[in-house]
């Protein structure tokens, strides 16, 4: 069965750096998002990404975060100076077809620790 | 702004009982609601979607209700299995003025199932 890859599956940061999380959306589909859990807390919605673009994000996808699709088959959550309230889990999903819901597939996480 | 809430928090039961896991939200405008399954470690498996014009969706073991008036969903687990042990979320996609439906899915914070062989 198609999955989405998530790598790393963890990662440490030191407090103000920068960190690229990195996604493998399933080959077909064509909406990607990003969701993250901060421990102990409902998942939460950042972002949306169709054509080459922003579709909508949440009011927590500030200036710090972006999003981009380097190539044909990544898609990358870069948070530019990393906050002690940015730990959580990230998770990447994608579907091929937006409206319906169908198709939602997520990938494993990746646990962002920052210290 | 859209509100989920899942009740109980945690729930354990014995194998082989039947059980009710209740998810409430507060905007009914909503374009459709589902429920995912999380198990440790691991992403998040969609089990059932109920588009807003359904009143249930069955799957195997699983059936899911909609009282979108209400703003009350239900997903009932028949016969549980140890197996069946995993958080479960409920989740609700708004529509938005074009009738449409928004891009980001409003969690609940999910219901910890625990089957006890």
């Known amino acids: 069965e198609p999955e989405v890859t998530q790598t790393p599956s963890h990662q440490v940061t030191q407090m103000g750096q920068e960190v690229i999380l990195r996604c493998v959306p399933i080959s077909n589909h064509l909406y990607f998002y990003w969701y993250r859990q901060i421990l102990g807390q409902k998942v939460e919605f950042l972002v949306s990404f169709y054509n080459n673009e922003i579709s909508e994000k949440s009011e927590i996808f500030d200036d710090q975060f972006s999003v981009e699709r380097p190539d044909g088959s990544n898609f990358t959550l870069k948070i530019r100076s990393t906050k002690l309230e940015d730990s959580a889990m990230y998770f990447c999903?994608?579907?091929?077809?937006?409206?319906?819901?169908?198709?939602?597939?997520f990938g494993s996480g990746t646990r962002l620790t920052v210290v | 702004k859209q509100e989920v809430t899942q009740i109980p928090a945690a729930l354990s039961v014995p194998e082989g009982e039947n059980l009710v896991l209740n998810c409430s939200f507060t905007d009914s405008a909503i374009y459709n609601l589902q429920w995912f399954r999380q198990d440790p470690g691991k992403g998040l498996t969609s089990l059932l979607l109920?588009?807003?014009?359904?009143r249930e969706q069955t799957s195997g073991r699983l059936n899911a209700s909609l009282d979108k008036s209400s703003g009350r969903s239900t997903l009932y687990i028949a016969a549980s299995q140890p197996g069946d042990s995993a958080t479960y979320l409920c989740?609700?996609?708004?529509?938005?003025?074009?009738?449409?439906?928004?891009?980001?899915?409003?969690f609940g914070k999910g219901t910890h199932l625990i089957i006890q062989p």
């Open positions: 109920i588009q807003s014009s359904q």
């Open positions: 999903a994608s579907t091929l077809v937006r409206l319906t819901g169908y198709g939602y597939t």
């Open positions: 989740a609700v996609k708004e529509g938005d003025r074009s009738g449409g439906g928004a891009d980001g899915l409003t």
